[in-house]
Nanobody, 123 residues
């Protein structure tokens, strides 16, 4: 069992930056591929990106590639989402998620989810 708690959301102007954190409970954090999803009002949940267990490989949605960076610190049981050059269309609730196996863009394949943190980007 893994519990995930996101933090770091807030209100930022377009062009600004935010860093989200996701703290995981338990001693098995290093076994999990971590993902970030987001969901805007009235829209489906969207894959943002993922990072493999070792942190040596990441993948990103085209919409955030070059602006967002995912990293992890297995010693701290924490995964990060650094968001730069934010746009109003990045406004959403951001979720941290975990699964065993390779990263996937399909939310139903993830086993554990955080409660989400709101990111609002003003124009």
């Amino acid at each position: 069992q893994v519990q995930l708690v996101e933090s770091g959301g807030g209100l930022v102007q377009a062009g600004g930056s935010l860093r989200l954190s996701c703290a995981a409970s338990g001693r098995t954090f290093g076994r999990y591929t971590m993902g970030w999803f987001r969901q805007a009002p009235g829209k489906e949940r969207e894959f943002v990106g993922g990072i493999l267990r070792s942190g040596g490989s990441t993948t990103y949605a085209d919409s955030v590639k070059g602006r967002f960076t995912i990293s992890r610190d297995n010693a701290k049981n924490t995964v990060y989402l650094q968001m730069n050059s934010l746009k109003p269309e990045d406004t959403a609730v951001y979720y941290c998620t975990a699964r065993q196996g390779y990263y996937s863009g399909m939310s139903r394949l993830y086993d554990y989810w955080g409660q989400g943190t709101q990111v609002t980007v003003s124009s």
